[in-house]
């Protein structure tokens, strides 16, 4: 059985749900207010703050607080995990592309010199 560590699974289930991800991406423009956070959103305002509490508690997302407001910034240390498990597809991927690459340029230059697509 395959198992993964806490930190590795709460990553993964912090970013498994859409707006979560969504949550993400405004953040990553800077550091926002949480009531900004939830006006972009069509549910409640608890809803959001919930969505935000697991991106915190899974290190995704920092908390500051000014005064009596929240401000909650994006924390990219949290997706390391993501990134680690990425890599390895990172490098597959490359190295699939870089075999279509040589085999489009391989059929480019077999119809060069076939004579294909000159124009009279």
Known sequence: MVTQNSEQRDSFSAIADP???DILDL???GEMRAGDIAARFPVSRPAIAKHVRVLREAGLVRER?????R???LDPSGLKQVDRW???YRLYWAARLTGLKQAVEAEHRKSKSSGE???P
């Open 86 to 88: 990425l890599q390895p």
């Open 117 to 119: 697509g000159d124009t």
């Open 19 to 21: 707006t979560r991800r």
């Open 27 to 29: 953040l990553r423009g």
């Open 71 to 73: 401000l909650y910034s």
């Open 65 to 69: 607080r000014e005064a009596r407001a």
